[in-house]
């Protein structure tokens, strides 16, 4: 049937249809808007993080010290949680060196890291002398105590280690004796293309500005740091180097950013969780924009320090809080 539209019915009739296109448009256009905002939270949290993880040898120190664990289970036990490197802790095998000797040790943690196709990240050099003693002798002596470590990390493909920088807490004393002990251990490191990386470990290690400007007055490519999420005690009751902290160093966070210009190592260390999973004492969040905001892309080894949680339930609860932090940064 043909409809014939008056002249008085013509312009209404095109108005309502005018209308109703604009507000179909206007609807696609939402939806549009809509499927895109979802797509883009869709794609930051399943994106790949900014960093790889590696695992801390210390978050089983109870493991292998007190349940009798050999630690050439090491690199089994990390591959089989999930990560990708591997970060040693060099005391924990000195009864297999005494029984076995230094180079069998090293040759068997080689062995075991290319069997579990897993990378070998740093040592952590514990107990091999204090590299900021005011003698220049007990320094020299520590750094020639050092020196089989970095041979070990250039076998095993580390690119670190990491040194403690203790010896005296005069910070005058400190700086000019950790210089000396930095420089002459950084020396033969470069001659096996191995960094040496001062933590925030306590004592004056603790206090980021000191210890950047020690690093800094180093001045040399393969002297860096490995910054540490907690470890901020720059003062233990009875000057121990362990033990109940009497001061700590005043911003842990502006700590982190003043270390992480010279980081080629990173430790997201944690202590306990809350219910939702996040660390008590620690943001994750903001010190992962910290981090990443440095332009750093390394490995961040997970390093668990708690008493409430098991060994493996505090490394997987640290290791999901990292990846879960990953996607709640700000860029």
């Known amino acids: 049937m043909n409809?014939?539209?008056?002249?008085?019915?013509?312009?209404?009739?095109?108005l309502i249809v005018f209308s109703f296109f604009i507000f179909s448009c206007k609807n696609e256009e939402k939806k549009a808007l809509k499927e895109t905002e979802i797509e883009t939270t869709s794609t930051n949290e399943n994106s790949e993080p900014f960093f790889k993880l590696s695992l801390a040898q210390w978050s089983l120190h109870r493991t292998f010290n007190d349940e009798g664990v050999s630690p050439f289970k090491f690199a089994e036990m990390s591959?089989?949680?999930?990560?990708?490197?591997?970060?040693?802790?060099?005391?924990?095998y000195i009864n297999q060196i005494q029984e076995m000797g230094f180079d069998a040790v090293i040759d068997s943690?080689?062995?075991?890291s290319k069997k579990y196709a897993i990378e070998n990240v740093l040592i952590m050099v514990d107990g091999e002398g204090d590299l900021a003693d005011p003698s220049e002798d007990v320094r020299n002596m520590a750094v020639e105590n050092h020196k089989k470590w970095i041979d070990a990390a250039a076998k095993l493909g580390c690119h670190s280690i990491r040194v403690n920088t203790f010896g005296t807490n005069d910070p005058a004393i400190w700086k000019t004796a950790v210089v000396d002990g930095l420089k002459?251990?950084?020396?033969?490191?470069?001659?096996?293309?191995?960094?040496?990386?001062?933590?925030?470990?306590?004592?004056?290690?603790?206090?980021?500005?000191l210890l950047m400007e020690a690093v800094n007055e180093v001045n040399m490519e393969n002297c860096g740091t490995l910054p540490d999420f907690g470890n901020w005690c720059v003062k233990r009751k009875d000057g121990a180097k362990w033990g109940?902290?009497?001061e700590e160093y005043?911003?842990?966070?502006?700590?982190?950013?003043?270390?992480m210009p010279e980081a080629k190592a990173v430790s997201a260390k944690a202590y306990d969780f809350d219910e939702n999973g996040n660390e008590t004492t620690l943001d994750f969040v903001r010190i992962l924009n910290t981090v990443k905001n440095a332009g750093y892309s390394g490995f961040i080894g997970v390093e668990y320090e708690g008493d409430r949680l098991s060994e493996?339930?505090?490394i997987?609860?640290?290791?999901?809080?990292?990846?879960?932090?990953?996607?709640?940064?700000?860029?």
């Open 3 to 14: 409809i014939i539209f008056t002249k008085k019915l013509k312009f209404p009739v095109l």
């Open 79 to 92: 591959k089989n949680m999930g990560f990708e490197g591997l970060e040693y802790v060099n005391h924990l």
């Open 109 to 112: 943690l080689n062995t075991l």
């Open 184 to 209: 002459k251990l950084s020396a033969y490191a470069a001659t096996k293309n191995i960094n040496v990386l001062c933590e925030n470990h306590g004592w004056l290690s603790s206090d980021a500005d």
């Open 244 to 246: 109940e902290c009497e």
């Open 250 to 259: 005043k911003d842990k966070y502006k700590g982190i950013e003043l270390m």
């Open 312 to 314: 493996k339930e505090g």
């Open 316 to 331: 997987i609860a640290i290791k999901d809080l990292l990846l879960k932090a990953s996607t709640q940064l700000k860029n």
